[in-house]
């Protein structure tokens, strides 16, 4: 059976072989997926915002939006800066995670708004 750090430690060289082996032979190569990740990555702002909208438009508090969900895609995000900025140095990785990180940021807000008015409606009899 194989050890977990041996396996990790075996990942590792593979990752500095394929990143060594790319920078050599196809500079193309690694353009064209720094090109894609930063068009994907920056495009996928723009989807937050049906959810945006649907949470703003929710009359019954934002039921349907998971705080726990969007908590975790936030921390997710901000651990990717994190990392983006002290191991790999790349601040445009940085700031396309904080534009992602905002994002969440906002559905989390506007969950938590909505929420507060949909608690302190009067309570409606039938």
């Known amino acids: 059976m194989i050890d977990l750090s041996d396996l990790l430690l075996m990942l590792k060289d593979y990752g500095i072989s394929a990143k060594i082996y790319f920078s050599a032979n196809h500079d193309w190569f690694r353009t064209t997926v720094f090109g894609a990740f930063t068009f994907v990555n920056s495009l996928r702002i723009l989807a937050y915002v049906p959810q945006m909208l649907t949470a703003a438009k929710d009359v019954n508090g934002a039921s349907g939006i998971s705080y726990t969900t969007w908590t975790l895609f936030l921390m997710s995000h901000l651990t990717t800066i994190a990392y983006a900025i002290i191991y790999l140095g790349d601040l445009v990785m940085a700031l396309i995670f904080l ?26 009899r039938r």
């Open 99 to 124: 534009g992602n990180a905002l994002a969440c940021l906002a559905v989390i807000a506007i969950t938590f708004v909505k929420r507060r008015r949909y608690a302190a409606r009067p309570v409606e």
